[in-house]
């Protein structure tokens, strides 16, 4: 871990040394005008003065980035902010999300499950294994690429607590341009979790390198990202009291010194992809005419004196219109899982219902490889005032490999055993994406062979977008309708504990529908959806795969109201959601965030935000957590337990100076206070008052 840590530093500095040293190539022509890196004449007000043999004077050019995310399987751009903002930094490094949706294990890095049901999106993840980690896995589809004129660079640092206990976060982002088009650049992420309980450290590792290339014609995307995650597992703890009612129960000094249900057991994850993602445009060139004010200052001059002459210069450019795009989309994602245990309990205070190959410890592994291939031909929107929307048909193949433990206990060594499945389907998207009024987005695909057969999904969604008096207001709806097959691991596994295979799973089919309204004067958005399941697929009381045969709805609504008088914020978020199999989809009936704080500016340059937030929800039987499967199940019938009615508030001071931004917070500062139900996970308490700081800097040359 020491030479991950060394080469985490490295590369930052080297990220940040190389922005730094990368002033822009301006050079000379013939006629004595200066051009930046991309060859573009500077404009002669930034030109100096005075140019002496030896030393030019060069002003650095003005920082200009844009940031955007592509789609999975077609690599359709969508331009998202970059992140630059002050508000709720403190947040951002939180397991259970910006508003708290997620339940946890309380340390950092550990498995989570969002609370909210809509929020759940498991089958967009490589595997079961990978899906608990969404606070550090990035999928390719959302992968941050950047454009900028200078290059820039991003160094974040998290930490909270001591050398004994605390947790640490380490994040690089660099990015640079070889030319106007092609930007290449890494990122990197360590986080290391020390723990306040005993046996649950978390370390996570991700590194990646990244390119685009924006031309006319051509256009590309690749990535390749390399996770490690390590985790130890303690199964919870073993009596609740130590938390709810400490003055029932022996000191033993300290969390740390609390007993749990396991010992000497780690998790460990390691996931690689290579994800490519291009495109040919055909298309045509036409001229276009441009007005622009002159720059020639004898003019300026004319036109501060008389405000009715507006020189102009026409400008005649040749702009490229895109017809036809030619797709190729190629992933290749390799995960490999292994669970060890030294030493586990057994007989009447054994912690696992079964044992397959070994008593007294485990060493269980699995491998999953699949490579993806995307091949589609779209019609675009725009090239032609009739050309409405823009039209794209597709085909795709899916390869998938696993590699299952043997569990035939007869042979010495056991040959590990194969799966191998090929997934063929069709597809094709409507698409509408220009414009400011109205945009609309179809996509679905229908399997052909293999594993694929039968299986479907479409997807659908629109937004409209208007002026109301002096206000704007957008409203989007969402539906889909799936009918797919669970997921490889949802129908074999084999390990010391847990053993399946289950080729009679049925395909599950759901239909849903959302509608949101956001009002921007008003500061108001309200969310309102449904869902209808049949053939549910889940962890029942033994921490194995089942399905429900029946029909399960899920409704919910959710209404962010934020307020504001002068520089009072109070900021507000209220969740309702209703299973109607509370049984099989246990969910709570409402979940709350509060954030009240203060904003304002200090000697112009600094901004402030003083206040707390809480999160809060009803008490409901939450899923509880299997090590050996890293997976959330329903509660034992043997030991069930209530979670939740326990407000978690924090307190916290952000600082925003030009590029750079800090926090501190004080996390849990009600802890001990109340009913002290501080659990989000049955067995797994979280951590108690603790102090946590951040500091992000961004560089731009």
Do not use: C
Request: no cysteine; charged share 20%.
């Amino acid at each position: 871990m020491k030479r991950i840590l060394l080469t985490y530093i490295l590369l930052s500095v080297l990220g940040v040394l190389a922005a730094s040293a990368q002033v822009p190539m301006n050079s000379m022509n013939q006629g004595g005008n200066m051009r930046d890196q991309y060859g573009n004449q500077i404009d002669p007000a930034l030109q100096p003065d005075n140019l002496e043999d030896s030393t030019v004077n060069i002003q650095s050019l003005p920082p200009k980035l844009y940031m955007w995310k592509v789609s999975g399987e077609l690599g359709e751009r969508t331009l998202i902010p970059a992140d630059t903002a002050s508000l709720n930094f403190q947040n951002t490094n939180l397991v259970e999300g910006m508003e708290g949706h997620y339940n946890y294990l309380g340390n950092l890095g550990a498995p989570r499950q969002s609370r909210i049901f809509f929020e759940r999106d498991d089958d967009e993840y490589p595997t079961i294994f990978i899906a608990p980690l969404s606070s550090f896995y990035v999928k390719p589809s959302d992968l941050l690429f950047t454009n900028s004129n200078v290059p820039f660079t991003n160094l974040t640092y998290y930490k909270a607590g001591s050398k004994i206990n605390g947790e640490d976060r380490f994040k690089s982002y660099f990015s640079v341009n070889v030319n106007k088009r092609l930007a290449v650049g890494f990122n990197i992420d360590y986080l290391y979790g020390r723990g306040y309980y005993a046996n649950q450290a978390t370390s996570h590792f991700n590194a990646g390198v990244f390119a685009s290339y924006i031309g006319e014609e051509y256009q590309m995307h690749a990535a390749y990202n390399n996770n490690f995650f390590k985790m130890n597992e303690n199964g919870g703890i073993i009596d609740d009291r130590y938390i709810t009612r400490p003055e029932e129960m022996e000191d033993v000094g300290g969390t740390q010194n609390i007993p749990t249900r396991l010992e000497g057991t780690g998790t460990r994850n390691h996931n690689f992809y290579l994800y490519l993602t291009h495109r040919y445009r055909l298309g045509f060139y036409r001229e276009v005419t441009k007005l622009e004010d002159t720059q020639d200052p004898a003019a300026q001059r004319r036109m501060q004196q008389d405000s009715t002459a507006l020189p102009k210069d026409t400008i005649v450019e040749e702009e490229f219109v895109p017809v036809t795009s030619f797709i190729h989309t190629f992933k290749v994602e390799r995960s490999r899982r292994t669970f060890r245990s030294s030493t586990e309990p057994t007989g009447e205070d054994g912690f696992y219902e079964n044992t397959y190959l070994q008593e007294g410890a485990s060493n269980d592994s699995t491998v999953a490889l699949s490579v993806k291939n995307v091949f589609g031909i779209s019609l675009l929107e725009g090239f032609h005032k009739y050309a409405k929307a823009g039209l794209t048909a597709y085909v795709s193949h899916n390869f998938n490999r696993y590699t299952l433990m043997n569990m035939d206990t007869s042979l010495p060594r056991p040959t590990p055993l194969e799966y191998t499945e090929h997934e063929f389907y069709v597809g094709g998207e409507l698409s509408k994406r220009q414009g400011s009024l109205l945009h609309y987005n179809v996509t679905g695909e229908v399997g052909l062979a293999g594993k694929a057969a039968g299986q479907f999904k479409v997807n659908g969604d629109i937004d409209l977008n208007f002026r109301l008096g002096k206000d704007t207001v957008n409203f989007y709806a969402r539906g889909h309708v799936s009918n797919r097959l669970p997921s490889f691991y949802m129908r074999h596994y084999h390990s010391n504990h847990f053993a399946w295979d289950k080729d009679n799973m049925s395909k599950e089919f759901r239909t849903g529908v959302e509608g949101e309204l956001n009002i921007q004067q008003w500061r108001t958005n309200l969310k309102v959806g449904m869902e209808n399941i049949k053939n549910y697929t889940y962890f029942d009381q033994h921490a194995l795969p089942a399905q429900y045969g029946g029909n399960i709805q899920v409704l919910a609504a959710m209404l962010k109201q934020d307020f504001k008088l002068g520089i009072f914020h109070l900021d507000n978020e209220v969740t309702w959601q209703k299973s109607s199999n509370e049984t099989i989809l246990p969910l709570p009936d409402l979940s709350l965030y509060h954030n009240v704080y203060l904003l304002t500016k200090l000697f112009k340059v600094l901004t402030l935000q003083l206040g707390a937030d809480v999160r809060y929800f009803t008490t409901y039987k939450a899923p509880a957590y299997m090590p050996a499967t890293q997976q959330f199940h329903l509660q034992r019938e043997d030991d069930q337990v209530d979670i939740g009615g326990y407000p978690i508030i924090n307190a916290y001071l952000n600082l925003h100076l030009k590029r750079t931004r800090i926090f501190v917070m004080m996390y849990h500062v009600n802890a001990g206070m109340g009913n002290g139900q501080s659990f989000l996970v049955p067995h797994y308490p979280i951590n108690s008052r603790l102090l946590k700081i951040g500091v992000s800097w961004n560089f731009y040359d």
